[in-house]
């Protein structure tokens, strides 16, 4: 079974964003898929890697409610550069700005060396009508 961490945000709160982080000596590459809730429909997707300039976050679709019980999925393949080293990818889920909880992944990696790593974020509201 896949660990899932539940991260509460306020159904009633702003806008829901995701931020990806890549701590290391690595490069990684990713797919973020944001599930319906309770089935295989997809809500967003996209793909990036932290070799560019480009910010690794995104505005999840509004409003804040329709995201209860959404599923947060990121798969990275990641490589091991120069020396290697220990490695994190990081999930952080922000409302109206503020960091509500974030979830990692860590580990080590050698040179050259290749893993991939899942995170999965489910969105839970404690006051839904």
Known sequence: MVDVKNIIFDKDGGPLKV???????????????LWE??????AMESRGNNLNDDDDNYNLPGPAIKNADRLIELDTLLKGLDQGGKYSVIVEVYQDEKLLESDIDKGEIKAGEAKQSFIYV????LNVV
């Open 122 to 125: 489910r969105l839970i509201t």
């Open 19 to 33: 931020n990806f982080k890549f701590k290391g000596i690595v490069g990684a590459s990713y797919t973020f898929t």
């Open 37 to 42: 809730a309770k089935t295989n429909a997809i």
